[in-house]
């Protein structure tokens, strides 16, 4: 069946309905100034810096807690639940923040679902994360990132991937 091309809004509804609707009428997530799922958390958005093709929060059910700065750097995909929490709590007095390590992540970065990113974590560029890692720490460049009984594991990428827009994929 022939539908004719959208014009103007019509060809935006979905990210209309989606994202428009939740975040400024209803005011969810409201105070974010790019998309964010409904579903989704993001605290202290103004303390996050993000390069281009990155929208942190744009999938369903992630937490982002970034009061203590979170650094992201061009074309970030986070999956589904997945926390990414830039403070911590006093080990004495749980109503206060400790002292901040922030978050920094690289270029070119995937992020799979589940996945828990913890204060002070460094994420170089071209790295793949696995669905349930628990991130603390340095994670070099070019490198997979995979949870195997319990414990990380971390294999070398062949090389720093480049996108060909032209044929749309990664050579």
């Not at 959208?6 to 100034?33: D, P, T």
């Not at 949870?147 to 720093?160: H, R, T, Y």
Request: charged letters at 20%; hydrophobic letters at 35%; aromatic letters at 10%.
């Amino acid at each position: 069946m022939y539908q004719r091309p959208r014009k103007g809004y019509q060809a935006h509804y979905r990210v209309i309905s989606r994202y428009f609707f939740h975040q400024k009428i209803l005011r969810i997530n409201g105070k974010v100034a790019w998309p964010v799922d409904f579903r989704s958390k993001v605290f202290g958005a103004e303390h996050i810096a993000k390069g281009v093709c990155c929208d942190p929060g744009d999938n369903i059910g992630v937490y982002i807690n970034a009061y203590g700065g979170i650094t992201l750097g061009d074309n970030v995909n986070i999956g589904p639940n997945s926390i990414l929490t830039s403070t911590n709590h006093d080990q004495y007095d749980h109503r206060k923040l400790s002292k901040t390590k922030g978050i920094t992540i690289g270029n070119n970065v995937w992020i799979g679902g589940n996945c828990s990113i913890l204060a002070g974590s460094n994420i170089g560029d071209n790295v793949t994360i696995g669905a349930g890692c628990i991130i603390h720490g340095n994670i070099p460049p070019n490198t997979l990132v995979l949870l195997d009984k319990a414990q990380l594991k971390f294999v070398e990428k062949s090389g720093p991937y480049q996108w060909n827009s032209r044929e749309e994929k990664l050579t």
